[in-house]
């Protein structure tokens, strides 16, 4: 418990790194530093994403499953990486 | 009118048939009239003069010829009526064949007679009957005859006819039904992927194989039953967040890694374009400055790769104030997350060397300064050593300068091997849950100590390195600045003494490829390169400031770094 929230402060202390979201199975933001708002609409949205991506690994292989997924945009870039129960998302700005 | 006589030939003139064909009995029946008639004409016309010729009106009028001319007509017993072309299937022949005889017989007129003759069985019986009902019913007849009348009468009585009709009680009817409650319903809906399947399969098996785990330890699952209660319990409790501690340690990497882009390229692709022009100075690239907040104050002491995972290193931490007995760390840093170390173990004193198994790259042998050596498994998770030796366990009186793994011995257990400042180099070996500790070689007494306290006073060994090819070779280097090549077998003297130099020798390494040559360093600025088997150095550098440690490059048999106190490093080649 304790080991995680550390790593949470130490992201959250990381160069360019604007918000983490853990986000759990049915798709509801459990721990955000964002608001409210902004937090809602990148679970919702970054859970349907997942849920593809993890079906498209798996359909080619049943044996092979997703470990992480990166977007990178011009502003930004989103990292997401999702575990069996939950799924944990990283917004960082990766230029200086 | 004379008639001709002729058999068969009617004259058309009287004749008042038609020239149609006409039955034959008739014809036959007109030849006799014709015949009477012409007798009786004949008679008449005796008697009678000039009978005119009676016409039916609608008589074909024919001319004379016509009327003279003769028609024969044959009388047959042939049955016009009858098929003339009967065809019948011959199956001998497989062909159709006609029929030349057919029945020529034609019924008139057939009736079939109800009389029996009188002396027949029939007749008989008939007889007898009769005879009885006579006898027996004498009385009876009159009464059936009257019956029958009045039935007779009854029933063709039309004027008295009464018809009568009665009906049942109709029971009213009345509609029943029932219904039964429909089934409670739900929607149901899943997808069938792949890798749906494959997950239950997967799933199923573990099941199965607890199951069966369960069926063999029985007896001392009791106990484990209460632990596992307890895990269970702690479990869900706390399932919400310690299960992302894998995903977070994957999102700090790659946080790192973008923060650290540039580093990260650097390490793999650096080519200075200025190394063509510096000559003899080329230049050191600084990648990573890695730093952890609570090891501050503490110096490092020691550092080692993990030779199973290339970017994952120990860093020892202590301090050399020897005068000091402080904490001291031992942390694991990968060059994935410079930011922040993978493992951290606290130590009770400083530490003072690291060694890392070669095969088994979570066995990690450290050595302290106040003289224990412990070891630690990276694998398990408690901050604790795996093996810690005690004063009882004969850990060193002095600091441990370092520490070596060795090979598995014949117990296939592992044992290292470690040098320290009291003087004695021992093997320890890992025997269950103990270290086992070993002497093997104490090092000799430097000259200028007086005979008398050699037991006591011991020189202090600041290095060990083992021969890559024959491992029970090794080199001891000595405060004194005395270097001993020792065997692991031979426990009571050196193989050989070398004096290298005039102060401690602070570390000597054998060369990784050529098996007679070794290299030391020592705090008189000096760094010698040796063969073993001459007493006197090949080569020697001098420096300008004492020297605190050398290496040889790994990929070069003639290259080796140096470096020395006022913080400079030196490649030579």
Partial sequence: MAEVDETMKRLQNQKGVQGIIIVNAEGIPIKSTLDNASTVQYAGNIHQLLMKARGIVRDIDPQNDLTFLRIRSKKNEVMIAPDKDYFLIVIQNPTE | MSVPHKVGTVKSKQATNVKAPVAKVVKAAGKKKDEEEATDTAEG??????????????????????????????????????????VRYGFK??????????????????????????????????????????????????????????KERKLTNQFNFNERAS???????????????????????????QWEIYDFYVEELKRREKSKEKQEGQVLNKEEDKSKKKIIQAETQSDDITQLAHAAKIIERMVNQNIFDEV?????????????????KGTLLPLWKLQYDKAKGLSVTALCWNPKYNDLFAVGLGS?????????????????????????????????????????????AVGLHD?????????????????????????????VMQVKWQKDDLDSNHNFISVSADGRVVSWTLVKHELVFTDIIKLPATDKVPDDLKDVIATAGTSLDFHKQKDYHFLVATEAGKI??????????????????????????????????????????MVKIWDQTIKSPIFTFELKTSVTDVAWAPYSS????????????????
Wanted: include cysteine; proline fraction near 5%.
């Fill in chain 2, 484 to 525: 001993h090549k020792g065997s692991k077998y031979y426990s009571s003297k050196f193989l050989e003494t070398y004096d290298a130099h005039f102060m401690t020798v602070s570390r000597v390494r054998w060369n990784p490829f050529h098996p007679n040559v070794f290299i030391s360093c020592g705090w008189d600025w």
């Fill in chain 2, 167 to 193: 009906q049942t009680l109709n029971n009213p009817p009345r509609d029943i039904s029932c219904q039964t409650e429909p089934p409670p319903r739900a929607n149901f809906s899943a997808t069938a992927n």
């Fill in chain 2, 320 to 364: 050399y104030e020897f005068t000091q007995e402080e904490r001291g760390m031992l942390l694991f840093y990968t060059l994935k997350n410079s930011s922040y170390p993978e493992f951290i173990f606290n130590t009770t004193s400083g530490v003072m060397c690291v060694d890392i198994h070669e095969q088994l790259s979570y066995l990690v």
């Fill in chain 2, 371 to 399: 003289g224990c050596v412990a070891v630690y498994n990276l694998k398990k998770k408690s901050d604790q050593p795996v093996y810690n030796s005690t004063a009882s366990s004969g850990k060193h009186r002095g600091a």
């Fill in chain 2, 45 to 86: 016309e005796e008697w009678m003069p000039g009978k005119t010729l009676v016409k039916p009106p609608d008589q074909l009028d024919l001319t004379e010829e016509e009327l003279n001319e003769e028609i024969t007509r044959v009388l047959t017993a042939n049955n016009p009526n009858a098929p003339q072309n009967v």
């Fill in chain 2, 558 to 573: 003639t290259i080796f770094a140096a470096i020395t106190n006022d913080g400079k490093s030196r490649d030579h080649a």
């Fill in chain 2, 264 to 280: 990260a390229q650097d390490f793999m692709y650096f080519e200075d374009a200025a190394d063509e022009f510096r000559g003899e």
């Fill in chain 2, 93 to 150: 022949e497989g062909c159709y064949k006609p029929i030349i005889f057919v029945d020529q017989m034609a019924i008139h007129f057939e009736l079939e007679g109800n009389l029996v003759h009188k002396e027949s069985d029939e007749g008989r019986r008939l007889m007898a009957k009769q005879a009885e009902r006579e006898e027996g019913t004498g009385a009876e007849k009159l009464d059936n005859v009257a019956k029958a009348g009045e």
